[in-house]
């Protein structure tokens, strides 16, 4: 595999190290058929409206079906979740009754929209899946499980617990993959994460796809992965194009409310989503646009699952056109009518920033992400330019040249 001279730079969130990433010079391939993929699943393929593939999906697809590991950054709406199911379509076995594939992701909407993704790529195929999610019957999950689906989908709490119920056989798995995996291997799933590597044989194939990856991620991967192909950006062209960048100065929290108001109230804006930085806020602010006769929904981790899938099916029909989110929706969602993300919080992280506004603008459509900043948000909003190599501008009075 040849080399490129140039290297990623990776920047931890105060910017105080940097590390020099090497990423790995592959082949690109223009079409899907160069792939030489199974007849049935390029007919998924281009039953999905798929023409091309993207910058991602040149580069990535022939890896994993090569069974390399691979570590894969692009940015948010460019089509990882394709590459990563299209790779690992390619090495299922339909004949082999046995599960081949583990695919772990941070929250439960994630992981039913990877399976939504799936089940349409491989729908000429002869395939069996389990969606293992909390907030579903374990009796139920436990009984998919020992009938040795192909695929199994799920987040890593209940994937671990069914392992150790003994119901998810790994003898025979060839592939795991996380997606958002700089989440996946941060504080919160890392012991879940290498729980679960105890019961994998020892050379299964392991892809990680994220738009964002830390110094801590590179350094947690030498841990599991056997010389993984690198595809990665530059940190200053992750930065989304197409997506105009703003803010408002609230100066002080108490007048973010009043603003949002003046916002939707002013002009007429298609689907949106506004992000908040914690559930407490996620409710206050959705009690007052209700009792003020704002058309909303708002979803959090402390609903229920049914709960949560309402919100969502509601969403994406656009029965609902303004959704108010913690960051449970920041990663991976692909929603494609929304247009505008406001973040009524600026995220706490760097990282975090990107994937929000990522929500907007998917697939080279354009988006437009707000930012309401206070006077104690500027140090922080300064540091997301500086990081991202951008410029987030004042947004005009003329609201009509933005939403037009």
């Given at each position: 595999?040849?080399?490129?001279?140039?290297?990623?730079?990776?920047?931890?969130?105060?910017?105080?190290?940097?590390?020099?990433?090497?990423?790995?010079?592959?082949?690109h391939y223009e079409n899907f058929e160069d792939l030489e993929l199974k007849t049935n699943l390029l007919r998924g393929i281009f039953a999905m409206g798929f023409e091309k593939p993207s910058a991602i999906q040149q580069k990535a697809i022939k890896p994993l079906i090569d069974k390399r590991d691979i570590i894969a950054q692009a940015q948010s709406g460019t089509?990882?979740?394709?590459?990563?199911?299209?790779?690992?379509?390619e090495r299922i076995d339909e004949n082999l009754n046995e599960t081949q594939a583990v695919i772990l992701a941070h929250t439960r909407e994630?992981?039913?929209?990877i399976q939504n993704v799936i089940e349409s790529l491989g729908k000429?195929?002869?395939?069996?899946?389990?969606?293992?999610?909390?907030?579903?019957?374990?009796?139920?999950?436990?009984?998919?499980?020992?009938?040795?689906?192909?695929?199994?989908?799920?987040?890593?709490?209940?994937?671990?617990?069914?392992?150790?119920?003994?119901?998810?056989?790994?003898?025979?798995?060839?592939?795991?993959i996380l997606d958002e995996a700089?989440?996946?291997?941060?504080?919160?799933?890392?012991?879940?994460?290498?729980?679960?590597?105890?019961?994998?044989?020892?050379?299964?194939?392991?892809?990680?796809?994220?738009?964002?990856?830390?110094?801590?991620?590179?350094?947690?991967?030498?841990?599991?992965?056997?010389?993984?192909?690198?595809?990665?950006v530059k940190t200053n062209e992750l930065t989304l194009e197409g997506i105009q960048q703003y803010f408002v100065n609230v100066e002080r929290n108490d007048f973010k409310y009043d603003t949002i108001c003046d916002l939707y109230k002013s002009f007429s804006i298609s689907q949106s989503i506004i992000y908040c930085n914690s559930r407490r806020i996620v409710e206050e602010l959705a009690h007052r646009l209700i009792e003020n006769n704002f058309a909303i929904s708002y979803i959090h981790g402390?609903?229920?699952?049914?709960?949560?899938?309402?919100?969502?099916?509601?969403?994406?029909?656009?029965?609902?056109?303004?959704?108010?989110?913690?960051?449970?929706l920041a990663r991976g969602i692909d929603i494609q009518q929304v247009s505008v993300v406001i973040n009524f919080d600026v995220p706490n992280n760097i990282e975090s920033y990107l994937h929000r506004i990522g929500r907007s603008g998917r697939f080279g459509r354009k988006g437009t992400a707000i930012n309401f900043v206070t006077y104690y948000d500027i140090k922080k909003l300064h540091e997301i330019e500086k990081y991202y190599g951008t410029e987030i501008q004042?947004?005009?009075?003329?609201?009509?040249?933005?939403?037009t």
């Open positions: 595999m040849e080399i490129e001279t140039e290297t990623v730079v990776t920047n931890n969130e105060n910017n105080s190290e940097d590390i020099d990433i090497k990423t790995d010079k592959v082949e089509g990882k979740t394709g590459t990563f199911s299209i790779g690992m379509l994630l992981a039913y929209q000429f195929m002869n395939l069996r899946m389990n969606l293992c999610i909390g907030g579903t019957t374990i009796r139920d999950n436990i009984n998919e499980l020992l009938e040795n689906p192909h695929i199994v989908i799920g987040t890593p709490g209940r994937v671990l617990d069914m392992i150790n119920k003994k119901a998810l056989n790994t003898r025979n798995l060839r592939i795991l700089d989440e996946m291997l941060s504080k919160i799933f890392l012991n879940q994460i290498y729980d679960i590597f105890r019961f994998l044989p020892n050379n299964i194939q392991v892809a990680l796809f994220s738009a964002t990856m830390t110094p801590e991620f590179f350094n947690l991967t030498k841990c599991f992965m056997r010389d993984p192909i690198k595809i990665l402390d609903m229920t699952q049914e709960e949560r899938n309402n919100i969502m099916q509601e969403f994406r029909s656009g029965q609902s056109r303004v959704l108010i989110s913690t960051d449970l004042e947004m005009p009075s003329n609201l009509e040249s933005i939403f």
